[in-house]
């Protein structure tokens, strides 16, 4: 079994910062990408930022020069660093791993997600 931890959500006034942090762990053999993800109340899911496993990122044009992505080496923990937050950041975030196990096929896994919320 694989499991996603996140952590690190909480309430930030506009234009302060958070740091996200997921941890996988688990009887994991690859980890192929990490990404980040939100929702919004009444909107769908939609990708923040990946990190593949040899380190390329992208990210949705609303964070581009606001967000980074990293990880350690075996991207077995990714952050997300987010600055200058607005109040149209404010959203639950979820860690999504597209990892292959000892005891599954590739496929994607989900944390459980951490809330973010931006106002003053």
């Known amino acids: 079994q694989v499991q996603l931890v996140e952590s690190g959500g909480g309430l930030v006034q506009p234009g302060g910062s958070l740091k996200l942090s997921c941890g996988a762990s688990?009887?994991?053999?690859?980890?192929?990408?990490m990404a980040w993800y939100r929702q919004a109340p009444g909107n769908q899911r939609e990708l923040v930022a990946r990190?593949?496993?040899?380190?390329?990122?992208n990210y949705a044009e609303a964070v581009k020069g606001r967000f980074t992505i990293s990880a350690n080496n075996a991207k077995t923990t990714v952050y997300l660093q987010m600055n200058n937050l607005k109040p149209e950041d404010a959203a639950a975030y979820s860690c999504?791993?597209?990892?292959?196990?000892?005891?599954?096929?590739?496929?994607?896994?989900w944390g459980q997600g951490t809330q973010v919320t931006v106002s003053s």
């Open positions: 999504d791993g597209d990892i292959r196990s000892r005891t599954s096929m590739r496929r994607d896994y």
């Open positions: 688990g009887t994991i053999l690859s980890i192929y990408s």
């Open positions: 990190i593949t496993s040899v380190g390329s990122t």
